[in-house]
């Protein structure tokens, strides 16, 4: 059976990456003194990055289903990469974003880059670490040749992302839920 990872982008992925220089030099700019960004590893696991994953959302679980994913999803890292901030100071990963490129048919074969799950540990928020997460990610996108960067994110935070990166609203997306969620409008009503 095909991976969901291998379904999505419809293909096995080389066994090198001609992208991984380009995110390297990126996150190798852009860390300092106190921050270290750099690809998810297997270790991020004892590192905190489940307990910072809990401050957006349900997490990963346990430990053996993080490494399951960690494989899975490693196999296509040309396409799919999570990034983290480790705190040179404490050695924990205070923060992460997660992106992934689509390739296109559309405007001359060109990419898109997606990106969500921006999470700062909010011990550490409000020092410009979101909006360093999101640059780096406008960064790779640029040097990827990706004609556009979609975010998906609550309303709430569009000021943010304006901000971090001149995101602005372009459309409405729609999400189908494959687990019973609480419905936020009344049923429809069927026509006549």
Not at 40 to 52: C, M, N, R, S, V
Not at 102 to 108: A, F, M, R, T
Request: charged share 25%; aromatic share 10%; proline share 5%.
């Amino acid at each position: 059976t095909q991976s969901t990872w291998g379904f999505l982008f419809g293909f096995a992925m080389k066994s090198t990456n001609p992208y991984s220089s380009i995110t390297e030099s990126v996150l190798k700019e852009k860390s300092n003194e106190a921050w270290l960004f750099r690809l998810l590893e297997i270790t991020d696991y004892d590192k905190g990055f489940p307990e910072l994953l809990l401050q957006l959302t349900d997490g990963v679980g346990s430990k053996e289903a993080f490494e399951t994913r960690f494989h899975e999803m490693k196999k296509y890292e040309e396409l799919l990469q999570t990034i983290v901030c480790e705190s040179r100071t404490t050695g924990r990963i205070i923060a992460t974003i997660q992106f992934f490129v689509e390739p296109k048919y559309i405007k001359s074969a060109g990419s898109v880059l997606h990106f969500e799950d921006v999470i700062v540990d909010e011990k550490v928020r409000h020092k410009g670490l979101g909006t360093e997460l999101v640059q780096i990610v406008k960064k790779i996108s640029e040097l990827r040749g990706c004609y556009q960067m979609i975010a998906d994110c609550r309303t709430e935070l569009l000021p943010f992302y304006y901000k971090a990166g001149k995101l602005v609203p372009k459309e409405t997306q729609i999400v189908l839920c494959t687990k019973e969620l609480p419905t936020p409008y009344p049923p429809a009503k069927p026509q006549v």
